[in-house]
């Protein structure tokens, strides 16, 4: 696999190591030629001492698009300062990839840098293939500044008032009293989550650029953004896949790639406190509910696990429980509004209820074969009504007063692609269903076996990632994968009446 470059051959990618790490540059190429692009490993980058290493490392900036630098100790100690002599166009090609926890001295320091030490070999190569797809998108240009470096994680960089990151789209006249508020489109990636803490004025939203961003409602039609939260420390990789609050609105807790589960004091929304952050899932986690009291953080991962965490500890003590029971990623997991049952749902096509009354020692009371495919979103209306939506282009009601003999009682149909996001309003009259068509029902349930669609929209930007209504049933929110949130205002006609 190592070898220098033919004569006359222009790689899209080289890979400069040393010896102690070729195993990473061999399997950085074969993923690579594996996606479909030219690379190839240069010789082993190890100069006798004293030599100087930085003809070598010049001649790999001279046939390739990029170079991807295997960073390590050992290459450290190897090349020196020799990235530091090379000129600004050949550092431009400088991609720096680590695979150990080293430093990023001199010139790899600003360079695009990444990292995959740590990671399971799955989630390793999927960032991998994202950080292609960025650098492929954007190749390097002789004399170009550099891409920023990785980004410092949340708990060292407190977050502080940024500039608003989205454009706002005037308001729109709606669909069957329904109108659009304000689009906030110009978002960098696309939107995963949104939610509104219930003490009002805020919409927060969570998208695959790491962020998780914060915005005033003072003005519903021209929300501003208050605050950036960061979500991870990998440059490019760690998508925000999920959001929730807490009853009172003083906690958020984040979610996604980086596998760290974080719960954020929103006391001060202008200024979030991390109050809580740890690991513990062996791959992404896709989901996260909390308790109404916001003591229990229920996280679901694509490892298949279901895991329980006491907020108020920390370390290994924080890990209240871990539930195996599904066979595939679990996508979904929501708390009853007693906080006495969880459901979780994923992509083996079911949901599992939990009864959670000690969440220390939580037991399972029904397996739901609910979704002829994947379950995208549970959430519970009451405490004995539960909501599902699955990749079966259905969502669906379920009268579980009886948990180990739940019910089927009403499908919502309609949507022409899956079903992919679910929200409820405060008072359980309504259901909001969004889907892969890039569209959103409305659902009157207050007679639950017989639901009255009472608006059909549509988002125009794509799959809805996710949903949320304000407290008072007037708002609600889309986060879209066409980069955009769309904020709807309920006509007073279809407007719950919760206070």
Same mark, same amino acid.
């Given at each position: 696999m190592a070898g220098g470059s033919p004569d006359g051959v222009r790689w899209d990618f080289t890979v400069s190591f040393v010896e102690a790490d070729r195993g990473w540059a061999d399997w950085l190429v074969w993923q690579l030629q594996d996606a479909g692009v *030219?690379?190839?490993?240069?010789?082993?980058?190890?100069? =006798?001492?004293?030599?100087? =290493?930085?003809?070598?490392?010049?001649?790999?900036?001279?046939?390739?698009?990029?170079?991807?630098?295997? #960073?390590?100790?050992d290459y450290l100690a190897a090349v020196g300062a020799a990235a530091d002599t090379l000129d600004d166009a050949a550092a431009g090609r400088l991609v720096a990839v680590r695979v150990a926890d080293c430093r990023r001295p001199g010139r790899f320091s600003r360079v695009v840098s990444f990292d995959l030490f740590g990671l399971e070999r799955p989630v390793a190569r999927e960032w991998l293939r994202r950080q292609l797809a960025v650098l492929r998108a954007e190749p390097a240009a002789a004399g170009a500044a550099a891409p920023p470096a990785t980004t410092p994680p949340a708990a060292?960089?407190?977050?502080?008032?940024?500039?608003?990151?989205? =454009?706002?789209?005037?308001? %729109?006249?709606?669909? @069957?009293?329904?109108?659009? #508020? &304000?689009? #906030? &489109?110009?978002?960098?990636?696309?939107?995963?989550?949104?939610?509104?803490?219930?003490? +009002?004025? $805020?919409?927060?939203?969570?998208? %695959?650029?790491? !962020?998780? *961003?914060?915005? @005033? $409602?003072? !003005?519903?039609?021209?929300?501003?953004?208050?605050?950036?939260?960061?979500?991870g420390a990998r440059y490019s990789q760690e998508w925000v896949r999920d959001l929730a609050t807490s009853a009172d609105g003083t906690r958020l807790a984040v979610v996604g790639d980086a596998m760290q589960?974080?719960?954020?004091?929103?006391? @001060?929304? =202008?200024?979030?406190?991390?109050?809580?952050?740890? *690991?513990?899932?062996?791959?992404?986690?896709?989901?996260?509910?909390l308790s109404p009291d916001a003591s229990v953080v229920a996280?679901? +991962? %694509? @490892? !298949?696990?279901?895991? #329980?965490?006491? &907020?108020? *500890?920390?370390?290994r003590q924080s890990v209240l429980a871990v539930l195996t029971d599904h066979r595939k990623g679990v996508r979904s997991v929501a708390f009853s509004p007693d906080g006495r049952r969880l459901a979780s749902g994923g992509d083996d096509k079911t949901v599992i209820l939990w009864d959670v009354a000690d969440p220390g020692h939580p037991t399972r009371t029904a397996t739901i074969a609910a979704h002829r495919d994947t379950v995208h979103a549970v959430r519970f209306v009451t405490p004995t009504l539960l909501a599902t939506a699955g990749a079966d282009r259905t969502a669906r009601l379920w009268d579980i007063t009886s948990p180990a003999h739940p019910e089927p009682v009403a499908e919502l149909t309609g949507h022409r692609k899956a079903v992919t996001a679910l929200a409820v309003t405060a008072d359980a009259t309504r259901v909001a269903t969004g889907a892969a068509d890039s569209t959103v029902a409305l659902w009157d349930v207050t007679s639950p076996g017989r639901p009255n669609r009472l608006a059909a929209l549509s988002s125009g930007y794509g799959a809805v990632n996710g949903l949320a209504f304000s407290r008072d049933g007037a708002l609600l929110a889309a986060a879209c994968a066409g980069k955009t949130a769309v904020l709807w205002s309920i006509g007073a006609r279809l407007a719950s009446t919760a206070g």
């Open positions: *030219r690379a190839i490993a240069e010789p082993p980058l190890a100069p =006798a001492a004293g030599e100087d =290493a930085a003809p070598a490392l010049a001649a790999a900036t001279g046939h390739a698009e990029h170079v991807l630098v295997v #960073l390590s100790d060292e960089a407190p977050p502080a008032a940024v500039p608003a990151v989205a =454009a706002v789209v005037p308001a %729109q006249a709606g669909e @069957d009293g329904v109108e659009v #508020l &304000a689009e #906030l &489109a110009g978002f960098p990636s696309p939107v995963r989550a949104v939610v509104f803490p219930a003490t +009002g004025g $805020l919409l927060v939203t969570g998208a %695959q650029d790491g !962020k998780v *961003r914060l915005f @005033d $409602l003072a !003005k519903p039609a021209r929300p501003t953004t208050m605050v950036e939260i960061e979500y589960v974080a719960v954020w004091d929103l006391a @001060d929304p =202008a200024a979030p406190e991390l109050v809580f952050s740890e *690991r513990g899932h062996k791959h992404y986690i896709r989901a996260v509910a996280t679901g +991962g %694509q @490892d !298949k696990a279901v895991a #329980l965490w006491n &907020a108020r *500890r920390s370390g």
